[in-house]
């Protein structure tokens, strides 16, 4: 049996085909996931299926009200057997999601998605809850979005792509190197992605870097890692003072990138190049930063 979602929401049309289509999709139809999703009006009271209610203290808007989402989540998690789900209520003053926590997720038997509207969910439900089963309030980002669905389908895409077998065998999650740990994903972790290239070899008069047609494994591999410090360093700077053990390829393309080397060193004395490719053996030394993004897999 694979892993259980359920998601609760006044927009139940919004999940329709998000999880009827790609790599969800196709985990559901193999069992590997599988989904229920609920309209919150079911549990309302009265006849105009009330769900919110103006906010105590004052200010805009209008607030979820406890007493449906109460009655909602103990129907669609009964109190036997303890422990079962974990409810995730996604909130702009969450936890940040994370790539470790999809990890997480991703061994869970159950996750009940409570998606809120308006200004949010009564504070007293996620107290509620919280006496009877794990509940965690994750955002996504910090921006604002104007309800929990698109950040519920995020995480849960997130989480279907760390399901064993769910990725196919393009691309393992384990050489995911947002986590990854296995042989290029280590050397690449805590890196963003590098820029990636397909047929024709020119297009519009661009062509395609000639490292990657040359079949040296090597080179390409340090192409790619030089690229990904050049990008991370440009987009994240926080990630490049997050790595360790740069060798000195790497510092010498940090320093390019405008790292000074002081900075670099200061944290992290230089270590010498490994032979031919200059990349780090696979495990060697390189800290998790955490953060990993390449490998994307092919299972669109
Ligand atoms: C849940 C209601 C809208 C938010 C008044 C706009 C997550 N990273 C994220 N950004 N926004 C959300 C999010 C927004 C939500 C709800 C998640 C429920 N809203 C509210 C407070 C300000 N409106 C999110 N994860």
Known sequence: MGLRVDIVTIFPEYFASPLGVSLIGKAAVRGDIEFGVHDLRRWARDVHHTV?????GGGPGMVMKPDVWGDALDEIIPAEPPGAARLVVPTPSGVPFSRDMAARYATEPRLVFACGRYEGIDG???????????????????????????AALVMIEAVARLLPGVLGNASSAGDDSFGGDEG?????????????????????????????LSGNHAAIARWRRDMALRRTAAHRPD?????????????QVLAEAGFTAGEQAA?????????????????????????????????H
């Open 124 to 150: 007293r439900v996620a107290e509620a809850m919280r006496a009877r089963m794990p509940v965690d309030e994750v955002s996504i980002g910090d921006y604002v979005l104007a309800g929990g669905e698109a």
């Open 267 to 299: 944290a992290h004395p230089p270590r010498p190049a490994a032979s031919g490719s200059g990349l780090p053996a696979a495990g060697e030394g390189l800290p998790a930063a955490g953060f990993p993004v390449s490998g994307e897999d092919m299972a």
């Open 52 to 56: 919110d209610d103006m906010p105590f």
């Open 239 to 251: 990630l490049i003072r997050a790595l360790r053990d740069l060798d000195r390829r790497d510092q």
């Open 184 to 212: 290029l994903a280590v050397a690449m972790r805590g890196l963003l992605e590098g820029p990636v290239y397909t047929r024709p070899r020119a297009w519009r008069e661009r062509e395609v870097p000639e490292v990657l």
